[in-house]
């Protein structure tokens, strides 16, 4: 359990004197134990008392409450409190509309009360409780994404372990034939009460006479329609005074009385003082009481604090106990959507020998056998000598170099510009490519493309080039790519060509598109129906599929850590609406950022969120091809150091960073999975040899995603104060049916201390312009820890255990060695 933080309110309600957050519909209050008359309310409430005695009456009940019981009180169900001892509680308020909307009904009940209960389901209750209560002390009552979670959490936990059938008896006893009515009355009412509404219309909605309603709601809410319709406004008319600056006359037409004077006798006769004079004491009472707030907030901070510190060894000890179970003999084929291809750059980048060399080492050290390179027809790459006569040597040094190497191109067509991002809104490097007129003018494209067809077919031959991969991309930079609904003539032309030419001399390569960016919104859905369109008119049927996936929507930065897998899904349902359900899909970009100036892509955490991501999708894309393969490409006046938060695997001098080592671990899983959790996947080769990998990634709070320059205020040294929390995770791991015997296991294990090069050069104190020796040493210690020892089964059974620190992540290797 971390240390816990004080945290004090600034929250003025007097019922309400600690802690009031409301997120979403749900609304988390601690306070002291207080007498409260009689009152009921359309929210769900779920009281938990932490400390002291009361009696809970509800309706015509009465409950006795003690430390830790739990009661939850129904909407619209009368109830009040009389404190027995001295205490606090929780309370929290879930609003009707929230339920009701995700029920899809407005009738539904929970039974929910430890006083007449003794199940195991109110105890999970309780530690799902006391989460929150932790989590709201450690992060000094933010109420942010990870607090949301806990609270939705409850929610599930409620509806499924303390809602009711309606067939149940206790439904039946607690809701009457009048039930429905009650909420239509209440529906209306909240929404009309500002307007001039009368008994009678509200009678006529109901198809009810006026009589019979006017008993029906003195019977039903304790009084008549007239004074509670006046409660109703009075209630939002106080909340007015003294939460706004609006004047008296204002507050009295806003909230439905007929004049300001009308609504100053009615105010007295209710309060015994007028509305003035309420604003007036109740700020005077703030300014009197700051001091006396702050004090008793305090105090009650500190009972929350030592509640919670009961419970601090529990949490620990819950944690320790979680262990697995893994059935070695359960498996299903192993996918590995990762480590076919990799993003280099251009193609004029690769003719720099350093590019060649680490290229080189991507391809032996990771496996990746096709590069995927744009701009390949730039001035850099052709050059024109004459009239359609073209000098591709340029291009045919780097064809020549990755084929002589093993290594097969992955050609993106298209003027795909060079771009370096530091920020959302400031590129570092920002330049279209020189192609651009050659796709614009057909007779330009066609004779350049048909040029270069015609060399690699006699210079590599049809054999060879059909193992190649075409990717058509259609950029939004390009201008006037779309007319109104249309896709351009020349957009359309040069797609024509371009397929007309390669199907012509390569009938059997693949070729697919059109890297479209997952946004998640319908324009993205508009984009690629548009271009389908297109494709049918020329009878193409792509042979793949493919989108480019960051983390942003509309522009900014998203915090849904799901990202990659949900935009997987939803481009798979798009394609699949439109008829291409039989066609590969291929995520041909992918990274936590479009920043090349983020430190988070030098850390661990990069390597740990790299394995979930793949793990979580590990059979949802055919190609998951990730941005970018070394820091080479985003260098420019500002990458003079060692490290500057640039995407690739291997840094500019190609040290190996956490990224690297990732997918390095990822590639040693085996050919069948046995088991997959959020934390490790289990993987076997049927031979009595195991791999498993762990992982303990740990989230980013709103502060990451809120920040107002974004990465620019993350350092080498801060960083990690944008973690939710940074504990370690301890896992007991069981493998059972599996043969009895010893086995050789090997750990490797990346960390903060193993392995991490931003690590190493911080303690470095992050130096400039060091020495090729200085480079040597660190590209020779930046490695993982490694640890080999043999262990035993015990009958069919194998344990063991695993501490993987924060944003770390480990493999381990069995070896079956001997046979008992």
Same mark, same amino acid.
């Given at each position: 359990?971390?240390?816990?933080?004080?945290?004090?309110?600034?929250?003025k309600?007097?019922?309400?004197?600690?802690?009031?957050v409301?997120?979403?519909?749900?609304?988390?209050?601690?306070?002291?134990?207080?007498?409260?008359?009689?009152h009921?309310?359309?929210?769900?409430?779920?009281?938990?008392?932490?400390?002291?005695?009361?009696?809970?009456?509800?309706?015509?009940?009465?409950f006795?409450?003690?430390k830790?019981?739990?009661i939850?009180?129904?909407?619209?169900?009368?109830?009040?409190?009389?404190?027995?001892?001295? /205490?606090?509680?929780?309370?929290?308020l879930?609003?009707f509309?929230?339920?009701?909307?995700?029920?899809?009904s407005?009738?539904?009940?929970?039974?929910?009360?430890s006083?007449?209960?003794?199940?195991?389901?109110?105890?999970?209750?309780?530690?799902?409780?006391?989460?929150?209560?932790?989590?709201h002390?450690?992060?000094?009552?933010?109420?942010?994404?990870g607090?949301?979670?806990?609270?939705?959490?409850?929610?599930?936990?409620l509806?499924?372990?303390?809602?009711i059938?309606?067939?149940?008896i206790?439904?039946?006893?607690?809701?009457?034939?009048?039930?429905?009515?009650i909420?239509?009355?209440?529906?209306?009412?909240?929404?009309?009460?500002?307007?001039?509404?009368?008994?009678?219309?509200?009678a006529?909605?109901?198809?009810? &006479? #006026?009589?019979y309603?006017?008993?029906?709601?003195?019977?039903?809410?304790?009084?008549?329609?007239?004074?509670?319709?006046?409660?109703?406004?009075?209630?939002?008319?106080?909340?007015?005074?003294?939460?706004t600056?609006? !004047?008296?006359t =204002?507050?009295?037409m806003d909230?439905?009385?007929?004049?300001?004077?009308?609504?100053?006798?009615?105010?007295? *006769?209710?309060?015994?003082?007028s509305? &003035?004079?309420?604003?007036? &004491?109740?700020?005077?009472?703030d300014?009197?009481?700051e001091?006396?707030?702050?004090?008793?907030?305090?105090?009650?901070?500190? @009972?929350?604090?030592?509640?919670?510190?009961e419970?601090?060894?529990?949490?620990?000890?819950?944690?320790?106990?979680?262990?697995?179970?893994?059935y070695?003999?359960?498996?299903?084929?192993?996918? %590995?959507?990762?480590n076919r291809?990799?993003?280099?750059?251009?193609?004029?980048y690769?003719?720099?020998a350093?590019?060649?060399?680490?290229?080189?080492?991507?391809?032996?050290?990771?496996?990746?056998?096709?590069?995927?390179?744009?701009?390949i027809?730039s001035?850099?790459i052709?050059?024109?000598?004459?009239?359609?006569?073209?000098?591709?040597?340029?291009? $045919?040094?780097v064809?020549?170099?990755?084929? @002589?190497?093993g290594?097969?191109?992955?050609?993106?067509?298209?003027?795909?510009?060079?771009?370096?991002? =530091?920020?959302?809104?400031?590129?570092i490097?920002?330049?279209?490519?020189?192609?651009?007129?050659?796709?614009?003018?057909?007779?330009?494209?066609?004779?350049?493309?048909?040029?270069?067809?015609?060399?690699?077919?006699?210079?590599y031959?049809?054999?060879v080039v059909?193992?190649?991969v075409?990717?058509?991309?259609?950029?939004? +930079?390009w201008?006037?790519?779309?007319?109104?609904?249309?896709?351009?003539?020349?957009?359309?032309?040069?797609?024509?060509?371009?397929l007309?030419?390669?199907?012509?001399y390569?009938?059997?390569?693949?070729? /697919?598109?059109?890297e479209?960016?997952?946004?998640?919104?319908d324009?993205?859905?508009?984009?690629?129906?548009q271009?389908?369109?297109?494709?049918?008119?020329?009878?193409?049927?792509?042979?793949?599929?493919?989108?480019?996936?960051?983390?942003?929507?509309? /522009? #900014?930065?998203?915090?849904e850590? +799901?990202?990659?897998?949900?935009?997987?899904?939803?481009?798979?349902?798009i394609?699949? *609406?439109?008829?291409y359900?039989n066609?590969p899909?291929?995520?041909?970009?992918?990274?936590? !950022?479009?920043?090349?100036?983020?430190?988070?892509?030098?850390?661990?955490?990069k390597?740990?969120?790299?394995?979930?991501?793949?793990?979580?999708?590990?059979?949802c894309?055919?190609k998951?091809?990730?941005?970018?393969?070394?820091?080479?490409?985003?260098?420019y006046?500002?990458?003079?150091l060692?490290?500057?938060?640039?995407?690739?695997?291997?840094?500019?001098?190609?040290?190996? %960073?956490?990224?690297?080592?990732?997918?390095?671990?990822?590639?040693?899983l085996?050919?069948?999975?046995?088991?997959k959790?959020?934390?490790?996947i289990?993987?076997t080769?049927?031979?009595q040899?195991?791999v498993?990998?762990f992982?303990? +990634?740990?989230?980013?709070?709103?502060s990451?995603?809120?920040?107002?320059?974004?990465?620019?205020?993350?350092t080498?040294?801060?960083?990690?104060n944008?973690?939710?929390?940074l504990?370690?995770?301890e896992? @007991?791991?069981?493998?059972?049916?599996?043969?009895?015997?010893?086995?050789?296991?090997?750990?490797y294990?990346?960390?903060?201390?193993?392995?991490?090069?931003l690590?190493?050069?911080?303690?470095?104190?992050?130096?400039?312009?060091?020495?090729?020796? *200085?480079m040597?040493?660190?590209?020779?210690?930046?490695?993982p820890?490694?640890?080999?020892?043999?262990?035993?089964s015990?009958? $069919?059974?194998?344990?063991?255990?695993?501490?993987?620190?924060?944003?770390a992540?480990?493999?381990?290797?069995?070896?079956?060695?001997?046979?008992?």
């Open positions: 359990m971390p240390k816990m933080k004080l945290y004090l309110s600034n929250y309600e007097e019922d309400s004197i600690l802690l009031s409301n997120e979403n519909g749900i609304k988390l209050t601690i306070e002291f134990l207080k007498h409260e008359s009689i009921f309310h359309r929210e769900i409430e779920l009281l938990y008392l932490l400390d002291g005695e009361a009696d809970f009456y509800v309706t015509d009940d009465v006795h409450l003690k830790e019981e739990i939850l009180i129904n909407n619209e169900k009368k109830h009040s409190i009389v404190p027995i001892t001295e /205490g606090i509680i929780c309370r929290i879930i609003d509309s929230l339920l009701s909307s995700y029920l899809s407005t009738l539904f009940w929970f039974w929910c009360n006083t007449m209960e003794n199940q195991k389901n109110y105890e999970e209750l309780r530690k799902v409780l006391r989460k929150i209560l932790a989590y002390l450690q992060y000094q009552g933010e109420m942010d994404f607090q949301t979670a806990n609270l939705y959490q409850l929610m599930d936990l509806i499924k372990n303390f809602m059938d309606k067939k149940d206790r439904f039946q006893k607690n809701n009457d034939v009048f039930a429905e009515r909420h239509q009355i209440l529906d209306y009412i909240m929404g009309n009460y500002k307007k001039d509404l009368r008994l009678n219309e509200l006529e909605k109901l198809y009810l &006479s #006026n009589a309603l006017s008993r029906f709601f003195k019977k039903n809410f304790g009084m008549n329609f007239k004074d509670y319709l006046t409660n109703i406004r009075l209630h939002y008319a106080v909340d007015d005074i003294l939460n600056e609006k !004047t008296l =204002k507050v009295a909230n439905g009385f007929a004049s300001v004077s009308r609504f100053n006798q009615i105010f007295k *006769e209710t309060y015994q003082i509305p &003035s004079a309420y604003r007036e &004491s109740s700020k005077q009472k300014e009197k009481d001091k006396e707030l702050q004090k008793e907030q305090k105090e009650v901070f500190l @009972k929350l604090q030592s509640y919670m510190k419970y601090e060894d529990s949490f620990e000890n819950e944690k320790k106990e979680e262990y697995h179970i893994i070695v003999t359960q498996t299903k084929p192993c996918h %590995k959507n990762w291809i990799i993003n280099i750059g251009t193609m004029e690769l003719l720099q350093e590019v060649q060399k680490y290229v080189l080492q991507l391809h032996e050290e990771l496996g990746y056998t096709y590069i995927r390179l744009w701009n027809f001035d850099g052709v050059s024109l000598q004459k009239v359609d006569c073209y000098n591709f040597d340029k291009m $045919d040094r064809l020549d170099f990755l084929l @002589k190497s290594i097969q191109p992955f050609l993106v067509l298209g003027a795909k510009p060079r771009i370096v991002i =530091k920020t959302i809104t400031n590129n490097i920002d330049q279209q490519s020189s192609e651009t007129e050659f796709f614009k003018d057909p007779q330009k494209w066609e004779g350049l493309f048909r040029s270069w067809l015609e060399h690699i077919a006699e210079r031959g049809k054999e059909s193992k190649w075409f990717e058509l991309w259609k950029p939004n +930079e201008d006037n790519v779309y007319e109104q609904d249309y896709l351009s003539k020349w957009y359309v032309e040069w797609f024509e060509i371009t007309r030419l390669i199907k012509k390569f009938p059997q390569v693949l070729i /697919g598109g059109c479209f960016p997952a946004i998640g919104n324009n993205w859905k508009t984009d690629i129906i271009l389908q369109k297109c494709w049918q008119r020329i009878n193409f049927v792509p042979d793949f599929l493919s989108i480019a996936v960051y983390p942003y929507t509309a /522009g #900014n930065l998203s915090a850590w +799901e990202y990659l897998n949900k935009s997987i899904s939803y481009a798979r349902e394609f699949d *609406e439109i008829g359900d066609i899909l291929m995520v041909t970009e992918w990274n936590l !950022t479009l920043s090349n100036r983020n430190i988070l892509n030098d850390s661990c955490f390597g740990s969120y790299i394995i979930r991501n793949m793990l979580q999708n590990i059979s894309a055919d998951i091809i990730y941005w970018m393969g070394t820091d080479q490409f985003s260098e006046a500002d990458s003079s060692l490290l500057f938060g640039a995407s690739g695997l291997l840094t500019k001098t190609g040290i190996r %960073k956490p990224s690297f080592y990732a997918f390095l671990f990822l590639n040693r085996l050919r069948y999975q046995i088991a959790t959020e934390q490790f289990a993987t080769d049927g031979e040899n195991y498993i990998l992982q303990n +990634e740990k989230r980013m709070g709103h990451y995603f809120m920040s107002k320059n974004r990465w620019d205020d993350l080498t040294e801060n960083y990690e944008y973690f939710l929390d504990k370690s995770l896992l @007991k791991v069981q493998l059972k049916n599996i043969e009895p015997g010893s086995y050789r296991m090997r750990n294990t990346v960390s903060q201390e193993h392995g991490s090069i690590d190493e050069w911080k303690s470095w104190d992050c130096l400039s312009n060091l020495k090729q020796a *200085e040597d040493y660190l590209k020779q210690i930046c490695q820890k490694f640890v080999m020892r043999k262990v035993n015990q009958k $069919d059974e194998l344990n063991f255990e695993i501490n993987i620190p924060a944003n992540f480990t493999l381990v290797e069995l070896t079956h060695i001997q046979i008992f």
